[in-house]
C-alpha cells in the first residue's frame, strides 16, 4: 500500500489487521462449519507471503553480509543472536513452568489419552551437523530447506565480500532483487486485512465450544503467559540493555504479529518481519537482513513456553511428581531442543517429546492436546516473530545499525 493511499484512508496497516482478525472471529462462529468456503481466500493470502520466503531468505541474507563489508563483523552479529536467542528460550520455558505451577491447569481436569498421535525421530547431532551444507542448493531451495539456504547465501555472501571489486555486478543484481522483493511484500501485505479475516474465520469456525471447553485452562495459560513473555522479557531486555522505548518495538512489529498469529508460521511471516524491522523500526539491511532469517530458523521462544505449561498440566493431570531436577531438565532440554530441531517438521511435537522421555511423562499425553494445536500454535508463533524482531533490535542499537529518528517516530501508516 503506497503512503498517498494511506495518508488518505487516515488508518494504519496493522489496525486494518487487527479489524480484519475481529471481524474474522464474528464470522467463523456465526457461521460454524461453513467457514471453511473462506478458507481459499486464506490461502491464497499465505501462498503469496510463503512464494517470497526462499527468494527473500537468500538474497536479504547476502545483501546484509556484503552490506557489513567485514566478516569478522557478520560472526560478531552472529554469536550475538545465537547467545539471546538461547537466552530468551530459557526464559520462557521457565515462565511458562512457573505459569502452569500457579493456575494449575491440569489439576481437577478428568481426559482419555490418545495414543493416536506418535511423533517422529529428533536428528541425531551428526544428522544436523552434516545437513546443515546442501549437496545441491538448488534443490535445498525448491524444497524450501531455509538452514541449507542460509547457509549457502552465507557462504556466497562471504565469497562475494572477499573478491572485492568482481563481485560488485553480482552484488548489484542480488541488491536489486532484494530491493524488488521488499516492495511485492509491501503490496501483499495490502490484502492482508481480507486474507487475515479468511484465516481467522476458518479457525473460529473449526474450533467449537464443545472442543474448547476441556482444555480452556491450559489454553488460557499458555495465552497468558506468551502476552507476560513478550511484555515483560522482551520488552524488559529493550528497556535494561538497549535503553529503548518498549512501546516502539510493540507498535512497529504489531503487522508482523498478527500475521503470525494468523498463519501459524515463522517462516511464512518473515517477509513481513523483515519490512517492520527495516521500515518501521530503522534497523539497517545488514543486521535485519542476516539476523531475522536466522531467527526465524532457530528461535522457538513461543514453542519453550507453551513446552513448559504442556509438560506440567501433563503431570498434574497424571499425577506426576516432578522433582526440581526434572524441572530443570525440562528447562535445558527444551532450550537445546530447540536449536536441535531448527527446521524439522513437527518440531514442537518432537520437543514435546524429547521432554516426556527425559521427565517419564506418558508419550501418549501428546494426543490430548493434538485437538487445539492450532490454537496454541498460532499463540507460539506469534511470540516466535516477536523474538526474533526484539533480538534484531537489540543487536541493531548494540552494533549502531539502527536509525533511532526512524525508532523513535513510530510506524508510519503503511
Partial sequence: MS????????????QKIMAGLVLGV????????????????????????????????????ISGIVSMGDPGKMGRI???????????????????????TIFQPGTGVEMQMDN?????????????????????PISAMVEGNILQIIVFAIALGISLVLIGERGQPAIRVIN??????????SLIMACAPVGVFALIAVVAGQYGLSVLIPLIKVIGVVYLACIMHV?????????????????????????????????????????????????????????????????????????????????????????????????????LTGTLASIGTAGVPGAGLIMLSIVFAQTNL??????????????????RTAVNVSGDIMVTTLIGKSEREIDLETYNAGPSRT
Fill in 231 to 331: 511484555l515483560v522479557v522482551y520488552s524488559g531486555l529493550l528497556s535494561l540493555l538497549a535503553r529503548l522505548n518498549p512501546m516502539r518495538y510493540l507498535t512497529g512489529s504489531l503487522d508482523a504479529i498478527v500475521v503470525a498469529f494468523s498463519s501459524a508460521s515463522s517462516a511464512g511471516t518473515l517477509p513481513v518481519s523483515i519490512r517492520c524491522a527495516r521500515e518501521k523500526l530503522g534497523i539497517s539491511q545488514g543486521v535485519a537482513g542476516f539476523v531475522l532469517p536466522v531467527g526465524a530458523t532457530i528461535n522457538m521462544d513461543g514453542t519453550a513456553l507453551y513446552m513448559g505449561v504442556v509438560a506440567l498440566f501433563v503431570a498434574q493431570l497424571t499425577g506426576t511428581d516432578l522433582s526440581m531436577v526434572d524441572y530443570a531438565m525440562i528447562v
Fill in 78 to 100: 552472529g554469536g550475538k543472536a545465537v547467545a539471546l536467542y538461547l537466552l530468551t528460550t530459557a526464559f520462557a520455558i521457565s515462565l511458562g513452568l512457573l505459569a502452569a
Fill in 176 to 185: 536489486s532483487v532484494a530491493e524488488a522483493l521488499y516492495k511485492l511484500t
Fill in 116 to 136: 493416536s498421535v506418535s511423533p517422529g525421530e529428533a536428528p541425531t547431532l551428526t544428522e544436523i551437523l552434516v545437513g546443515l551444507v546442501p549437496t545441491n
Fill in 26 to 61: 464474528i464470522a467463523g462462529w456465526l457461521l460454524g462449519e461453513h467457514a471453511r468456503w473462506l478458507s481459499p481466500i486464506g490461502e491464497l493470502f499465505i501462498n503469496a507471503i510463503k512464494m517470497l520466503i526462499v527468494p527473500l531468505v537468500f538474497t536479504s541474507l
Fill in 362 to 379: 506418558p508419550l501418549e499425553a501428546l494426543g490430548l492436546i493434538a485437538g487445539i494445536d492450532r490454537i496454541l500454535d498460532m499463540a
Fill in 3 to 14: 503512503r498517498n493511499t494511506s495518508a488518505r484512508s487516515g488508518i494504519p496497516l496493522w
